[in-house]
């Protein structure tokens, strides 16, 4: 159960993985300067480790080096994917669903003339702007939308900061579809769909079905539970995975027309860069849909 201001531990994974990956130089395009300002010192002392190519001594921070790496490998391909598709096509409206540590509206200066609406719940929503105070945004403007998915009207919340209907809006749904269930992830759809004007972009990252990521969560549990280390998954199960096909499905019913769909593996392989996660790259998915 998350206290009044703690960070999702997923949240946290994600933004280490992506502080850790600032670190290394074989990473083509991906940049991300905000994810290590964005962690508490202790959550920046298992990044500096896992930045070394030398793994520690002994067996937790061993698991934990693996970790951060193996979730480095896995947020380069996918940040470059979403980064792509919102500078290709950059509204006014840009808004980030379960935002969690996302430094998008700190570092992207594409969105100097788009408002970010970061949409997360509660107490991570607080825990993020307590992190964030004295970063200067790169967006014109950045507003904090605080919403359970499963309990709160998103639409509500979204028009009381201010997003309006009568211009295009590019939403950023990163690493949050797995942990909704399927009518939690079709009601927020209807809500992208009612509140999207034509020219708007959707870009969704899920996971596909997969047994070996099923399996691999239960891995992590019992190493951790014998390292005696915390399990970043252990709070927030996987409740929904998607084939290409469901998810086409789920935004055409929407009215979104899939531009690309690509597999995370796929995109590692293309940009060049040595590839050692295969089976958790090739479960990632990110696609991008746009309404006409
Ligand atoms: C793995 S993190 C991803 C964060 C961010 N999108 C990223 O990729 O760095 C999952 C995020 O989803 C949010 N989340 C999960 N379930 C949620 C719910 N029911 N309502 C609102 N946010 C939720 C968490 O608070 C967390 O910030």
Known sequence: MKSATTASRTAVLVCQGRAVAD?????GPFSDPTAAR??????????????DDAPPPGWGLRMEWEMLRATAEVIVPRTVAIDDAVRERVSDQVVILGAGLDGRAWRMTELAGSDVFE?????????????????????????????????????????????????????VWEGVVPYLDRTDVEATMRVIDDLSAPG???????????????????????????????????GEPTRSTWTAEAMRELLETHGFTVARDDDLLALAVESGRPVRQRRSLANGRVVVADLS
């Open 119 to 171: 949409v997360d719940h509660p107490a991570s929503q607080q825990a993020k702007r307590s992190r964030a105070e004295g970063m200067t945004p790169a967006a014109r403007d950045v507003r904090f939308v605080p919403v359970d998915f499963g309990r709160d009207r998103l639409d509500e919340a979204l028009v009381a900061q201010g997003h309006r209907t009568d211009g295009p809006t590019t939403w």
């Open 200 to 234: 708007s972009r959707l870009i969704v990252n899920y996971q596909a079905p997969s047994t070996s990521a099923a399996l691999g969560r239960l891995v992590m549990g019992a190493m951790t539970t014998l390292s005696r280390r915390p399990n970043p998954l252990a």
């Open 38 to 51: 964005l962690l508490l010192d202790d959550e920046r002392v298992a990044v500096d480790l896992a930045s």
């Open 23 to 27: 670190m290394w130089d074989d990473v």
